[in-house]
Nanobody, 125 residues
Framework: QLGLVESGGGLVQPGGSLRLSCVPD????????IGWFRQAPGKEREGVVC???????YYTESVKGRFTVSRDNAKNTVYLTMNNLKPEDTGVYYC???????????????????WGQGTKVTVYS
């Protein structure tokens, strides 16, 4: 099955950190742009960050300076390091894989986008 597998979610207090991982199931990440989306309870899924095949990165304004996306091609893994977490960061985080055209001035997706099953992040006081 050509999807993605996320891990690393959990419970954390405000100001804490988590590192999420995204690993493809059965294919190489080379040549793909990888996006991270999140869906808060009762809200639509939103694109948060992405990294394209040339290591160009995009961050939505609310996470700039706190989140860092990186890729390790040798491990075929993309990471999302989240620092100084806030309650509004709570949600299910999904990674996606598609062409570089979906990682430019925003994070996009289409019918060809591969998805993971999501990992839950809860930031609580």
């Amino acid at each position: 099955q050509l999807g993605l597998v996320e891990s690393g979610g959990g419970l954390v207090q405000p100001g804490g950190s988590l590192r999420l991982s995204c690993v493809p199931d059965g294919f190489s990440l080379d040549g793909y742009a990888i996006g991270w989306f999140r869906q808060a309870p009762g809200k639509e899924r939103e694109g948060v960050v992405c990294i394209n095949s040339r290591d160009y990165t995009y961050y939505t304004e609310s996470v700039k300076g706190r989140f860092t996306v990186s890729r390790d091609n040798a491990k075929n893994t993309v990471y999302l390091t989240m620092n100084n977490l806030k309650p509004e960061d709570t949600g299910v985080y999904y990674c996606s894989a598609d062409g570089d055209y979906y990682c430019t001035t925003s994070v996009g997706s289409g019918i060809s986008t591969k998805w993971g099953q999501g990992t839950k992040v809860t930031v609580y006081s």
